[in-house]
């Protein structure tokens, strides 16, 4: 089981909104910068959000970031086909002195 | 162009040692914390370990705490991941991944390599 737990899956319509929560605790989240990754098919993890809410540049501003005490959430909007990947979460944990990921979020555009 | 390029991934029966190798260009490798990072197949990301950008400082996962040593070679611009003691459970796609604060650890991962494979078998 991973530190970070996140749902399994999620899906949405192209053009819509979605959601994806990652809930954790005081030592990682809590007191941590959260980062979300996305993992297209075949290729290596893409960072989409750093420090909790910030995009590096080249991505797109459909992509966000929020942090609420030990829960982080990734919304993208404006659904495309192209968004269709794995989805990861990941801090540090000041307990573990240990980076942490979520388990993966599968996100299906319908 | 940033780039980290993975080597010295292949086949080694249970009990064996291997050394992987990440060679950075395009950025300044010692201001920059490092990180390991594995995929088994079909399955989620898993970090392994981290250094600091001197190098003064190492982190592991407690799954490899112990038979994985993480070093670096600021000179050679080259990360390395000594793994012994491997076991088939160890077998993975192994990633390693630049820090994307400058001097600072953070495991904000900005720049990816695209992976060596790990095999574990007799």
């Given at each position: 089981?991973?530190?970070?737990?996140q749902p399994p899956?999620?899906?949405?319509?192209?053009g819509?909104?979605?959601?994806i929560s990652c809930s954790?605790?005081?030592?990682n989240i809590?007191?941590n910068?959260?980062?979300?990754?996305?993992?297209l098919?075949?290729?290596?993890?893409?960072?989409?959000i750093y420090?909790?809410?910030?995009?590096?540049s080249?991505?797109?501003d459909?992509f966000?970031?929020s942090k609420s005490?030990?829960s982080a959430?990734?919304?993208?909007t404006?659904?495309?086909?192209?968004?269709?990947?794995d989805y990861?979460c990941g801090?540090w944990?000041?307990s573990?002195?240990?980076g942490?990921?979520?388990?993966g979020t599968k996100?299906?555009?319908? | 162009?940033v780039?980290?390029?993975?080597?010295?991934?292949?086949?080694?029966q249970?009990?064996?040692?291997l050394?992987l190798?990440c060679?950075?260009?395009?950025?300044t490798?010692s201001n920059?914390?490092m990180s390991?990072?594995?995929?088994?197949p079909?399955?989620?990301?898993?970090w392994l370990?981290?250094?600091?950008?001197?190098?003064?400082?190492?982190?592991?996962?407690?799954s490899?705490?112990?038979?994985?040593?993480?070093?670096r070679?600021n000179?050679?611009?080259?990360?390395?991941?000594?793994?012994n003691?491997l076991?088939a459970e160890d077998?993975?796609l192994y990633?390693?991944?630049k820090?994307?604060k400058l001097?600072v650890?953070?495991?904000?991962?900005?720049i990816?390599g695209?992976g060596?494979?790990?095999?574990v078998?007799?």
């Open positions: 089981q991973s530190v970070l737990t899956s999620v899906s949405a319509a192209p819509q909104k979605v959601t954790g605790s005081s030592s809590g007191n910068f959260v980062s979300w990754y996305q993992q098919p075949g290729t290596a993890p893409k960072l989409l420090e909790n809410n910030k995009r590096p080249g991505i797109p459909r966000s970031g005490g030990t959430t990734l919304g993208i404006g659904l495309q086909t192209g968004d269709e990947a990861y801090a944990d000041s573990l002195s240990a942490v990921f979520g388990g996100l299906t555009v319908l | 162009e780039q980290l390029l993975e080597s010295g991934g292949g086949l080694v249970p009990g064996g040692s050394r190798s060679a950075a260009s395009g950025f490798f920059y914390a390991w990072v594995r995929q088994a079909g399955k989620g990301l898993e370990s981290a250094i600091s950008n001197s190098g003064a400082n190492t982190y592991y996962a407690d490899v705490k112990g038979r994985f040593t993480i070093s070679d000179s050679r611009n080259t990360l390395y991941l000594q793994m003691s076991r077998r993975a990633y390693c991944a820090d994307a001097l650890l953070r495991v904000s991962l900005d990816w695209q060596t494979m790990v095999t078998s007799s």
